[in-house]
């Protein structure tokens, strides 16, 4: 299912390691994710001997607004979201929220 609202699939962090696994990729979600690694026997075998992990990085974005957006978060988010936000703002990258 496409989602409308995007012109281009958008790419999970993990695109570069799935491609190096040989995944065959397929677009689910707007996200461009791994369809399978091989025959779907293998694959099975494999997931049972050791373990699975899936991405699930395209699953959900958030926009919050208003005056409690901070408080909210600092309250459902395990790490403070201010200690979230000084650390992603030392590292140069852009405030994700002002």
Known sequence: MENPTLSTPRETPLL???VSA???MGEYF???LPARFGDFGSEYRAIRRA??????NFRAVFS?????RHRYLNWRLP????ATERS???TNSSSWMT
């Not at 919050?64 to 409690?68: E, F």
């Not at 790490?79 to 201010?82: D, E």
């Open 88 to 90: 992603r703002r030392s």
């Open 51 to 56: 373990v699975a992990l899936v991405d699930t």
């Open 79 to 82: 790490t403070p979201w201010c």
């Open 64 to 68: 919050l607004s208003g005056p409690d």
């Open 16 to 18: 570069g390691l799935h």
């Open 30 to 32: 707007g996200t461009v």
């Open 22 to 24: 040989n995944a065959e």
